[in-house]
C-alpha cells in the first residue's frame, strides 16, 4: 500500500487501522438513541386510540330502504345481497353533514354490477350521486336463516 501501509482517510484512522472515535461523535450518538427510544415510548404510549366505525350503509336500489351493516357481523362484495332474497342490490350509500344520502362516484360505478333483474328504481343524480327518491330510516341488516 503506498504510504507505507496507512489508510489516508482524512485522518479518520490511527495506527493499526483502527477509527479514532472523538468524544463529541459518541455524544451525538448517545443523544440521537436517547431522542429516538424517547420518541418511540411517548407515541406508544398514547391513551387516545383510533376508534374505527364499524358500520356502513347500502341502499336497496329497487325499493330505497337502506340498510345499516355491521360489517364485524357481516363480511361482504359491493355491491352486497339483499338480506332476505339473496339478489345484489345493495349499493354502499353515505349521509353528508347537511343530512342527504348521496352514492359516491366509486359506488355509482357498482350500479352496473348488479344482478341482470333488477331495477333500479331509486333515483340517482347522476353527477353529484345524490339520491332524489324519498329515503325510508335505515334498518339493520339481518340474513334470514335458510
Known amino acids: ?5 496507512r489508510c489516508a482517510s482524512f485522518g479518520l484512522h490511527g495506527v493499526n487501522g483502527r477509527m479514532k472515535v472523538k468524544g ?3 455524544i451525538v450518538i448517545v443523544l440521537g438513541l436517547i ?4 420518541g418511540i415510548l411517548y407515541a406508544s404510549m398514547g391513551k387516545e ?3 374505527i366505525n364499524h358500520v356502513i350503509h347500502c341502499i336497496d336500489v329497487e ?3 337502506i340498510y345499516r351493516i355491521d360489517t364485524e357481523k357481516y363480511r361482504m362484495m359491493l355491491p352486497a345481497s ?3 332474497t339473496g339478489r345484489v342490490c345493495l349499493v354502499r350509500c353515505a ?3 347537511n343530512g342527504k344520502w348521496i352514492i359516491t362516484g366509486r359506488d355509482r360505478s357498482t350500479l352496473a354490477w348488479l344482478d341482470k333483474d333488477v331495477q333500479t328504481k ?8 345524490e339520491i332524489q327518491s324519498p329515503i325510508k330510516e335505515p334498518i339493520d341488516y339481518v340474513r334470514s336463516k335458510k
Open 63 to 65: 325499493t330505497g330502504q
Open 35 to 38: 431522542v429516538g427510544g424517547g
Open 122 to 129: 331509486v333515483e340517482i343524480d347522476s353527477t353529484s350521486g
Open 1 to 5: 500500500m503506498p504510504g507505507g501501509g
Open 95 to 97: 349521509k353528508e353533514d
Open 24 to 26: 463529541w461523535q459518541i
Open 82 to 84: 339483499h338480506p332476505t
Open 49 to 51: 386510540s383510533v376508534q
